[in-house]
């Protein structure tokens, strides 16, 4: 599903009014009518609901909502929170049919008892091009608004927030947002996302022209996972299923690279090499004992070079292997390497360096990197809030630049391609805001890109298989508080089960 910025959502009202030829006033019937058909679910009709609108689109669409509530027989109120005159075009049109159905408004005054009185409050006073802060009377309409105990119900996106992220103070914090079409960028950035509540999409038939969508983002999903996660074919053997190596660990940090080892193997890995120090070795044969291992070099338990095999598809580099000076020639020599590339943690503490960032760009084989938000700030220069603040841009300029795949972790974690497109994963739980969580991941990674014909599918099955374990464990035995990263790569088999044997979620 496509995700639309602000301008991009404007181009496409503009491309299906004037170019389709659909009419505003049907356009807007059309997105209120899905709606309503949403709200039905959630509503009943024994519930007292309130509908605050304002004067724009947003507002005509609120409009549409009451009106056909009502014919529905739902306990609904309209209440404008402006002057009729202050009404244009197509939302004019629907305030005109509102009344000629003999439905009354009410008004300005009587929203504070409205507000005590409602179950349910639709809340269509600003659109998606709201900006600045809340005014005058809004301001003081939305705070009694979050302050009531009513559920909030916002249409297509929560006032106060905008398309693209911005947030004002004192926005509407919504149960659910139903939003039009296709979901807005703020709709998966941090704070605006937590304004949201549920977020359902309904169709209005709304259809954006390809060449205003140049670059795309959309969503990667259950359905998409289960559409293009590969299966083994009968006549593969050990090599066929793909070969790694997982280069990592350190003294200090000796787990890191076994746990991406494990959840590699998990993953369907055919042959899995490691390169760890000695003293980790006892350790990993316990856990994977189906793993071999490359010839090290090491000072301290730190490494500073390693044997790579000749005949390897993948290379993890990075799960606890520190960030020592002598490190740096070992993720030298393996960006130099003629294969796939998935760096991750302390690999990319040297992605300053300009000479690794020369390579990176000449690479004729696919580089993926796996930042947390952190980590992306470092690799931009920049301050981790302006990482936050800026996900979908910061990524895109970074992986242009850079021609590689970025893995920006974090919530709905967002992989951009070398081409600026973009894909963003709508699994996961905050339970995987643990140590550990980045390295099963990396192990994810590396296991999925040599059985994938198409390398975007591979990162995003592999970000999807993580975020789902986790799910799965949020929806059965666990909580976010105790969810470990061990645990998550126990239940990675019951994620492949259910894409493959079952039509829906187990």
Sequence with gaps: MLILDKEEMYNADRYTIDVLGVADEMLMENAGQAMTNE??????????????????NNGGDGIVVARRLKNLGYNVNLIIASNDSDFKDAAKYHLDLYKKHGYKLLSFEMISNEIEKSDFIIDSLFGIGFKGELKAPYDKIVYQINNSNANIISLDIPSGVSANGEVCKGAIRATYTITVCYPKVSAFLYPAKSHYGKLLVVDAGILPNDEDIKIKKQTWNHDDFK????????NDNKSSAGKALIVGGSKYMMGAPIISAKSCFISGIGLLNLAIP??????AVSIIPEATYVKCYENDSCL????????IDVIACGPGLSR???VKNLVKKVLLSNVSIVLDADALYFLNDESLIDIIKERKYP?????????????????IKDVESNRFNLSREKSIELNCYIVLKGPHTILTLPDGNQFVNTSGNEGLAKGGSGDILTGIIAAFIPCHSNIQQAISNAIYT???AADILIESSRTSRDLTASCVSDILPKVFKEAYFSKEKL
Excluded: W
Aim: hydrophobic share 25%.
């Design 39 to 56: 709200i039905e679910k959630i509503v009943s009709k024994s519930d007292y609901i309130s509908v605050f609108i304002g004067s724009g």
């Design 227 to 234: 559409r293009t996660l590969t299966k083994r074919n009968p």
């Design 367 to 383: 580089t993926v990197i796996t930042p947390h938000p952190g980590e992306m700030a470092r690799i931009c220069n920049c301050e």
């Design 466 to 468: 993580h975020g789902r």
């Design 278 to 283: 000695n003293i980790s070795r006892s350790s």
């Design 304 to 311: 500073y070079d390693v044997d790579i095999p000749e005949q």
């Design 324 to 326: 020592e000076d002598i």
